[in-house]
Structures are given as structure tokens and as C-alpha cells.
């Protein structure tokens, strides 16, 4: 934890710091220059700007528009109507609220409108009608879908797994004397642990609630959380990937020496809790031209610590995600200049690309958003993001695995997605 | 703060209307009233001199060049701001294709001290500010653009989200993105 925190003012300043320049005496002279130099464009959009300001009959202008608008809004929803693939509900934060969208992926419904500034981020289903999710100011609210009403679970911590069973959640929280994990009853509110010191990593590092949103880090039996961070004693390009026994809080290694600081290793845990799945950056020497962007996948057996590689060296993958059956591993292949979804079984064998658009959203540098990727309940398809790679919100895609039939869900742009 | 998104007043729709209309000396009248705050705003994105330049040179060029398309002279700031931001995410491309940043991968310090938000001491309060300056240039364009034009120029987020195109509440969640970007660097900065 530790986290930094920023006030306005001091973001204020740095900006006035870089803005404290004075203009070069010539910059006038090249702009008037160029300018001069530089004929208007009265080309057909300013012609027809101009024609339309000008146009007497601005009524059939209207009927028109509006006649456009309908044809396209009747496509829409005939291409949202006709998935008929059910599974677990999409729930997604568009515009830093909350919407949940039906279970054909249709008829998106606001369902926390986040007062003020607040944004909200990683949503969790709990059941099927709550939703676990994060807000900007450090508070874990408990939001019904039912009565769209949001209860305040925990005024400042950050969300890291959900128990098995849904009933109690792992929550991280800062004190003086560093990070401590706490277990909080979901209906109750109360902490039903003793707290759990946690590693001192140099920050940004933290425990993970996985791309799923948080089961799979919490292994099924109940025992231990899947973490990850940074050995400070190595170096900054030092990742390190550990198994924390909730009974004794003590850390076993699962991987360490992970290539590189800032990329987060996007580990995630079989269903069953018998291996995590995660990544091993390359680095700028290794692969200049997938530098930061992709690595392999490794699997590791927690408890004998075993590992397997399942891509080749040469192989650019991120962002794993376990089938809902343990059989298959989702993740995103970069083919530059952005990702595509693939697949692999979870012997390293059967790989096969699902999508060839080279725009599909990965996890950035800094391991967020936490879900780009989720499987269908029944395994049959994949939720995955679109859009480029600065953007704060994508588009919502689905692909079929038997017959690779691509989608888009709704219209609504998204930052984080689950399901 | 020195800002470009002041209200286009009456006197400067009408430098705007004759400008539209191919007068170039009320369209450098029009480069002189905002040539220092656009210059500025452009280095507080870009953070050097000469992207800021190109940034301002391109940013007045396509205005001049595109203001017959203009089809009202009091929106000339809201337009002309979403000009400039385009002529910045322009000048950081060119950039890239000439060089490529490294993420330090030095050895961590000793120890894990953090950055004191509260208020440093005078001794730390430079060095704070440089670390801070790297951070920042650690973003994304499209991050830092956000932040410059919420802190630096003090738009609103329905101003912002009129010169990027996207709807105020979008605007919300990412200046809350950027903000945990630029902290996490920050964080990495200080390693």
C-alpha cells in the first residue's frame, strides 16, 4: 500500500512550473509566416456549413437527421437483440458510474449514478444482485442492482479477493505501521479476522483481485490469497508473485525475479486453486520491439512450486484469464500496434487466435484496468475491450469460440468490465 | 493562470467573422491575443520547447486554414482549443518516431520514504518539484491533456469535454485515471 496521493495544488504547480517558459521572440514570425503562406479551405464541409446556416427549409434538414437517427438506432438494437448466448450479467462503469447491462448483454441500466467527483471502479459480483465495487475515494460500497441502492462497507481500504463462498471480502487498509489485510463480513460490514501484516513492497505494489474481479485470488479451500509486488531487496525490475496463508500470514514464493517493475504479472488462479497463470515480461534487450508490451505465460504449482511455461520465447502474450472450467487460458497476443484475444490450454498446447483486429484492450504497463477479458459462463465466448490504447473507455466486443462470431455489446463505452 | 478558454467577446467574433473571410491582419490580431497563453498551455502538455513550438505553429495553421468551416465566431475559443490539443497529440507522435523513452530500471534506494503531500520541507521541496516534472512526462499524451486542461486551465469538465469530444461524465472517470497514472509515476520517479 503506501500509496501516493496528490493534491491539486501540487499538480496545479507542476503544470505553471512547465508553463513558466517564455515564448521564443520568433514563434510570431513563424506562425504569421506560415500563415501567410497558407491559403483557407473552403472545401465542401465549409461550403456546406455555410449552405446549411444559410438554407431556408431547416425543417427538412431536421426530418431527415432524425429519420437517419432512427434507421440506425433499429440496426443497433437488432444487433444487440440477437445474441442469444445467456451467461452471467455484464456489469460495467461507463462515465465513473455504474451500469449493469440485462442478461442478453441489452438494455444497459444505470444502477449507481456516483455522486460528485466520485468515480466508481473494479466491480465484483457478489451474488446476483450485488455488486462489490471500489470508489475514487477509497470507500468499498455494497451496491443493490435491485433497488440501485449503494451501502458503505468500508469507509477507506482497497478491495483485494473475494472468499469463496461470496460472504466475506479481503480488504487492504493503511496504519502507521504499513499495510495490514482484514477480512469483512459483505453482509455485516464487521471484521471477522485478526489483522494480517502485509509485505512492505515499494510502492506501486499491492495484492491483486484478479481479472475476474476477485475469486480467483482467494484459492478455493479458503486457506491463502494470490499476491503480487516488487522485492525492494533486488531491484526495481524485480517482480515477485507470492501465496499468503491466511492462517499464519506467512508468504511462500511462487515466482520472483519477474521482469519488470511497473508490469504487474497479471498472476491469476485456477478455478480450482491447483496453479496460477502469469506473465514474465520481456525486457527492452530481449525484445525491443514487444519491449513493455507482452512476455510469456508460466504456470506454477502453489504448492510445489513447479512451473511450466505455456507460449515460447518468441511469444507476446498478456493478461491471462482461466476458463471457467480450468481447461483454457484466455489472454491478449500483441501483434502491434495492439492486442488480439487468444487462447491456450492449460498444458501450453491447442493455442489458437480468436480475433484478428489488432486493437483488442491488454492490461497497460501498470497492470490496469484489472478485467479486459471474461469468459462466458458456459465457457462458449469471451468478453474483451476495444479501442485504442490511451483511451479511458472502450468498446464492449464479444467473440464465440465455436465460429469466432464477433459482436459489439450495446453502445455504451466502458472503463472496467465483469461478469 | 494564464487561460485561452476566455469567453470569445464581441470585439474578437468580429476580428473572428473577418478572419473567416480570408482577412489575414484581423487573423494575426487574433494570433496575438492568444499567442502566450497557447504556447503555454502547450508546454505544459508537451514539456519542451520545440514540440511546443510545432504545437503552436500547427495549432494557428489548420485554425487559419479551417476557420471558413466555422459557422459561429463567438465558439472560436472552444474550437480553436480543440485545435491546439489535436496539434499537441500530433506533435507527440512525431516525437515518438524519433525517439524512444526508457523506464529506468536502476537499483531501488534504500528505504521507502513517500511523497509528503501534506507539504515538504523547503530542503525536499525542489527536488519534490523535478520528480513531480518527470512524472508528469511520464503520462500519456491523452492523460496529461486532461490534467493540464483541468488544473493548469481550470476548464470545467463540460469545457473539457467539448474540446475532447466526449461527455463530461467520461471526462470525470478519466481525470481520475490520469490522476492515479500520474501518481503511480510519481511513484516510480521516486524510486
Given at each position: 500500500?503506501?500509496?501516493?496521493?496528490?493534491t491539486?495544488?501540487?499538480?496545479?504547480?507542476?503544470?505553471?512550473?512547465?508553463?513558466?517558459?517564455?515564448?521564443?521572440?520568433?514563434?510570431?514570425?513563424d506562425?504569421?509566416?506560415?500563415?501567410?503562406?497558407?491559403?483557407?479551405?473552403?472545401?465542401?464541409?465549409?461550403?456546406?456549413?455555410?449552405?446549411?446556416?444559410?438554407?431556408?427549409?431547416?425543417?427538412?434538414?431536421?426530418?431527415?437527421a432524425?429519420?437517419?437517427l432512427?434507421?440506425?438506432?433499429?440496426?443497433?438494437?437488432?444487433?444487440?437483440?440477437?445474441?442469444?448466448?445467456?451467461?452471467?450479467?455484464?456489469?460495467?462503469?461507463?462515465?465513473?458510474?455504474?451500469?449493469?447491462?440485462?442478461?442478453?448483454?441489452?438494455?444497459?441500466?444505470?444502477?449507481?449514478?456516483?455522486p460528485?467527483?466520485?468515480?466508481?471502479?473494479?466491480?465484483?459480483?457478489?451474488?446476483?444482485?450485488?455488486?462489490?465495487v471500489?470508489?475514487t475515494?477509497?470507500?468499498?460500497?455494497?451496491?443493490?442492482?435491485?433497488?440501485?441502492?449503494a451501502?458503505?462497507?468500508?469507509?477507506?481500504?482497497?478491495?483485494?479477493?473475494?472468499?469463496?463462498?461470496?460472504?466475506?471480502?479481503?480488504?487492504?487498509f493503511?496504519?502507521?505501521?504499513?499495510?495490514?489485510?482484514?477480512?469483512i463480513?459483505?453482509?455485516?460490514?464487521?471484521?471477522?479476522?485478526?489483522?494480517?501484516?502485509?509485505?512492505?513492497?515499494?510502492?506501486?505494489?499491492?495484492?491483486?483481485?484478479g481479472?475476474?474481479?476477485?475469486?480467483?485470488?482467494?484459492?478455493?479451500?479458503?486457506?491463502?490469497?494470490?499476491?503480487?509486488?516488487?522485492?525492494?531487496?533486488?531491484?526495481?525490475?524485480?517482480?515477485?508473485?507470492?501465496?499468503?496463508?491466511?492462517?499464519?500470514?506467512?508468504?511462500?514464493?511462487?515466482?520472483?525475479?519477474?521482469?519488470c517493475?511497473?508490469?504487474?504479472?497479471?498472476?491469476?488462479?485456477?478455478?480450482?486453486?491447483?496453479?496460477?497463470?502469469?506473465?514474465?515480461?520481456?525486457?527492452?534487450?530481449?525484445?525491443?520491439?514487444?519491449?513493455?508490451?507482452?512476455?510469456?505465460?508460466?504456470?506454477?504449482?502453489?504448492?510445489?512450486?513447479?512451473?511450466?511455461?505455456?507460449?515460447?520465447?518468441?511469444d507476446?502474450?498478456?493478461?491471462?484469464?482461466?476458463?471457467p472450467?480450468?481447461?483454457?487460458?484466455?489472454?491478449?497476443?500483441?501483434?502491434?500496434?495492439?492486442?488480439?484475444?487468444?487462447?491456450?490450454?492449460?498444458?501450453?498446447?491447442?493455442?489458437?487466435?480468436?480475433?484478428?483486429l489488432?486493437?483488442?484492450?491488454?492490461?497497460?504497463?501498470?497492470?490496469?484496468?484489472?478485467?479486459?477479458?471474461?469468459?462466458?459462463?458456459?465457457?462458449?465466448?469471451i468478453?474483451?475491450?476495444?479501442?485504442?490504447?490511451?483511451?479511458?473507455?472502450r468498446?464492449?466486443?464479444?467473440?464465440?469460440?465455436?465460429?469466432?462470431?464477433?459482436?459489439?455489446?450495446?453502445?455504451?463505452?466502458?472503463s472496467?468490465?465483469?461478469? | 493562470?494564464?487561460?485561452?478558454?476566455?469567453?470569445?467577446?464581441?470585439?474578437?467574433?468580429?476580428?473572428?467573422?473577418?478572419?473567416?473571410?480570408?482577412?489575414?491582419?484581423?487573423?494575426?490580431?487574433?494570433?496575438?491575443?492568444?499567442?502566450?497563453?497557447?504556447?503555454?498551455?502547450?508546454?505544459?502538455?508537451?514539456?519542451?520547447?520545440?514540440?511546443?513550438?510545432?504545437?503552436?505553429?500547427?495549432?494557428?495553421?489548420?485554425?487559419?486554414?479551417?476557420?471558413?468551416?466555422?459557422?459561429?465566431?463567438?465558439?472560436?475559443?472552444?474550437?480553436?482549443?480543440?485545435i491546439?490539443?489535436?496539434?499537441?497529440?500530433?506533435?507527440?507522435?512525431?516525437?515518438?518516431?524519433?525517439?524512444?523513452?526508457?523506464?529506468?530500471?536502476?537499483?531501488?534506494?534504500d528505504?521507502?520514504?513517500?511523497?509528503d503531500?501534506?507539504?515538504?520541507?523547503?530542503?525536499?521541496?525542489?527536488?519534490?518539484a523535478?520528480?513531480?516534472?518527470?512524472a508528469?512526462?511520464?503520462?500519456?499524451q491523452?492523460?496529461?491533456?486532461?490534467?493540464?486542461?483541468?488544473?493548469?486551465?481550470?476548464?470545467?469538465?463540460?469545457?473539457?469535454?467539448?474540446?475532447?469530444?466526449?461527455?463530461?461524465?467520461t471526462?470525470?472517470?478519466?481525470?481520475?485515471?490520469?490522476?492515479?497514472?500520474?501518481?503511480?509515476?510519481?511513484?516510480?520517479?521516486?524510486?
Open positions: 500500500m503506501n500509496e501516493t496521493r496528490l491539486d495544488a501540487q499538480i496545479r504547480d507542476a503544470f505553471d512550473r512547465r508553463a513558466r517558459h517564455p515564448v521564443p521572440s520568433d514563434v510570431r514570425t506562425v504569421l509566416k506560415a500563415v501567410a503562406a497558407e491559403p483557407q479551405r473552403w472545401g465542401w464541409a465549409a461550403r456546406t456549413t455555410e449552405g446549411l446556416a444559410r438554407a431556408q427549409n431547416r425543417r427538412t434538414i431536421l426530418v431527415l432524425a429519420a437517419a432512427l434507421i440506425a438506432t433499429i440496426v443497433a438494437v437488432a444487433i444487440v437483440g440477437s445474441r442469444t448466448d445467456p451467461g452471467r450479467r455484464l456489469a460495467f462503469i461507463s462515465g465513473g458510474d455504474l451500469w449493469v447491462a440485462g442478461v442478453d448483454d441489452a438494455h444497459p441500466r444505470l444502477v449507481w449514478d456516483t460528485g467527483t466520485m468515480v466508481a471502479y473494479r466491480p465484483t459480483w457478489v451474488d446476483d444482485d450485488t455488486l462489490l471500489q470508489e475515494n477509497g470507500g468499498v460500497y455494497a451496491v443493490d442492482v435491485r433497488t440501485s441502492t451501502r458503505l462497507l468500508v469507509q477507506t481500504g482497497e478491495v483485494l479477493a473475494l472468499s469463496p463462498d461470496h460472504l466475506r471480502v479481503a480488504v487492504a493503511d496504519r502507521p505501521d504499513g499495510a495490514h489485510l482484514s477480512i463480513e459483505v453482509a455485516s460490514g464487521l471484521q471477522v479476522n485478526n489483522s494480517i501484516a502485509l509485505p512492505v513492497f515499494a510502492p506501486p505494489a499491492n495484492l491483486i483481485a481479472p475476474q474481479g476477485g475469486p480467483h485470488a482467494w484459492a478455493p479451500d479458503g486457506t491463502w490469497l494470490l499476491g503480487q509486488g516488487m522485492d525492494t531487496n533486488v531491484s526495481a525490475t524485480s517482480g515477485w508473485i507470492y501465496r499468503l496463508d491466511l492462517r499464519t500470514g506467512e508468504i511462500h514464493d511462487l515466482a520472483k525475479d519477474l521482469c517493475g511497473l508490469n504487474f504479472s497479471n498472476p491469476v488462479m485456477a478455478p480450482d486453486g491447483s496453479s496460477v497463470v502469469y506473465v514474465d515480461h520481456y525486457t527492452h534487450e530481449t525484445n525491443p520491439s514487444c519491449h513493455f508490451r507482452c512476455g510469456s505465460l508460466w504456470s506454477v504449482d502453489p504448492v510445489t512450486g513447479r512451473r511450466l511455461r505455456l507460449t515460447g520465447d518468441a507476446s502474450a498478456v493478461g491471462p484469464v482461466f476458463s472450467d480450468g481447461a483454457w487460458i484466455a489472454f491478449a497476443e500483441y501483434v502491434g500496434p495492439g492486442y488480439d484475444v487468444s487462447i491456450v490450454r492449460s498444458d501450453g498446447t491447442g493455442r489458437r487466435k480468436l480475433t484478428n489488432a486493437d483488442v484492450y491488454a492490461p497497460d504497463v501498470e497492470g490496469e484496468p484489472y478485467t479486459y477479458l471474461a469468459w462466458d459462463a458456459n465457457g462458449s465466448g468478453t474483451f475491450m476495444r479501442g485504442p490504447l490511451d483511451a479511458a473507455e468498446q464492449l466486443w464479444h467473440v464465440t469460440i465455436p465460429g469466432l462470431q464477433l459482436q459489439r455489446l450495446g453502445t455504451i463505452t466502458a472496467e468490465f465483469t461478469r | 493562470v494564464v487561460t485561452i478558454a476566455i469567453a470569445t467577446t464581441r470585439a474578437e467574433a468580429s476580428l473572428v467573422e473577418r478572419a473567416r473571410t480570408g482577412d489575414r491582419e484581423a487573423f494575426e490580431r487574433l494570433v496575438d491575443g492568444r499567442l502566450t497563453a497557447t504556447f503555454r498551455i502547450a508546454m505544459a502538455i508537451l514539456g519542451n520547447e520545440a514540440d511546443a513550438r510545432d504545437a503552436t505553429q500547427e495549432a494557428f495553421l489548420r485554425a487559419w486554414r479551417d476557420l471558413p468551416g466555422l459557422r459561429e465566431a463567438d465558439r472560436f475559443d472552444g474550437w480553436f482549443g480543440r491546439l490539443v489535436n496539434a499537441c497529440r500530433s506533435a507527440v507522435r512525431g516525437r515518438r518516431r524519433r525517439a524512444v523513452r526508457e523506464i529506468s530500471v536502476g537499483a531501488l534506494p528505504g521507502g520514504e513517500g511523497f503531500p501534506a507539504g515538504p520541507t523547503a530542503d525536499t521541496r525542489a527536488a519534490d523535478e520528480v513531480l516534472d518527470r508528469l512526462d511520464r503520462l500519456s491523452a492523460d496529461r491533456t486532461l490534467l493540464a486542461l483541468h488544473h493548469f486551465e481550470e476548464l470545467s469538465l463540460e469545457a473539457i469535454g467539448l474540446q475532447l469530444g466526449i461527455p463530461a461524465k471526462v470525470k472517470s478519466r481525470l481520475f485515471s490520469a490522476r492515479r497514472a500520474l501518481e503511480r509515476a510519481l511513484e516510480v520517479e521516486r524510486r
